[in-house]
Nanobody
């Protein structure tokens, strides 16, 4: 089993920045892909960015240039640096990890951008 714990969410003004962090713990062999998804009220959960164990990234077009994903394999952590935030970024952000054939999710952290 793998547990994912997010931190770093909160309330920020439009144009501001936040950094989300996610730490994985438990029985971990090799985490293949880690990443972030988000779900806004009334909308489906959507990909924000993912990063493989060899640091290849895939970022949603809607956040490219503003949100940057990174990871530390030694610490089993993944982070999301969010700059130039706007109201459309308001959502619950979920950490994601794939380990062998299993996928894991964190409980989510709320990000609210006020205009």
């Amino acid at each position: 089993q793998v547990q994912l714990v997010e931190s770093g969410g909160g309330l920020v003004q439009a144009g501001g920045s936040l950094r989300l962090n996610c730490a994985a713990s438990g029985t971990i062999f090799t985490i293949n892909t880690m990443g972030w998804f988000r779900q806004a009220p009334g909308k489906q959960r959507e990909l924000v960015a993912i990063i493989t164990s060899d640091y290849k990234t895939n970022t949603a077009d809607s956040v490219k240039g503003r949100l940057t994903i990174s990871r530390d394999n030694a610490k089993n952590t993944v982070s999301l640096q969010m700059n130039s935030l706007n109201a459309e970024d308001t959502a619950v952000y979920y950490c994601y990890a794939s380990v062998r054939s299993s996928t894991y999710w964190g409980l989510g952290t709320q990000v609210t951008v006020s205009s």
